[in-house]
T-cell receptor, first 110, second 116 residues
């Protein structure tokens, strides 16, 4: 059973701090990794995708991938109260299958 | 990314009835995916719908309960049949950015069903 594991949280950080969200996965052959943000009552919104080892930056967001250790992380710099949401980690495991983690709830305290 | 529209956005249904959810995409896509998200849970894939062929269902989901239509490359429907309170969930239509079944996945706004 291929799995994606996330700490459910809540992860609480003060406004302006760096939020660090982590995800581990079991499928060694996964090649595509995604982070989604989901506000309460809304559908998931893609915020980052990463395909190769290392860091990928997009504005305040940085995704980090380490395939050898099978983890992917998301850093949010200068966290804002509007970043408060559930963050879902997902992997593409082949044959049109995407596996989602259970999500980490982030609370940014003003 | 594709623009994905779902209808209805929410509904309250009576036990034993059926409801059909519509999903419209603004571009042609090969694969469409239907997910369920139960309260406080992550996303679970119900089925994959490929135009011109029968939908492929995941373990635990059957065609009699969740019939899917895929009449063309921009439209799909999911029916939730003979509903029970356990079917209360958000149902999400999604497509990949590449139009096929890989790459970044994008979601419609979701259809929130409450079954009484």
């Amino acid at each position: 059973q291929k799995e994606v594991e996330q700490n459910s949280g809540p992860l609480s950080v003060p406004e302006g701090a760096i939020a660090s969200l982590n995800c581990t996965y079991s499928d060694r052959v996964s090649q595509s990794f995604f982070w989604y943000r989901q506000y309460s009552g809304k559908s998931p919104e893609l915020i980052m995708s990463i395909y190769s080892n290392g860091d990928k930056e997009d504005g305040r967001f940085t995704a980090q991938l380490n395939k050898a250790s099978q983890y992917v992380s998301l850093l949010i710099r200068d966290s804002q109260p509007s970043d408060s949401a559930t963050y879902l980690c997902a992997i593409y495991s082949g044959t049109y299958k995407y596996i989602f983690g259970t999500g980490t709830r982030l609370k940014v305290l003003a | 990314s594709a623009v994905i529209s779902q209808k209805p956005s929410r509904d309250i249904c009576q036990r034993g009835t059926s409801l059909t959810i519509q999903c419209q995409v603004d571009s042609q896509v090969t694969m469409m995916f239907w997910y369920r998200q139960q309260p406080g849970q992550s996303l679970t894939l119900i089925a994959t719908a490929n135009q011109g062929s029968e939908a492929t269902y995941e373990s635990g989901f059957v065609i009699d309960k969740f019939p899917i239509s895929r009449p063309n490359l921009t439209f799909s429907t999911l029916t939730v049949s003979n509903m029970s309170p356990e079917d209360s969930s958000i149902y999400l239509c999604s497509v990949s950015g590449s139009g096929g079944g890989t790459g970044e996945l994008f979601f419609g706004e979701g259809s929130r069903l409450t079954v009484l």
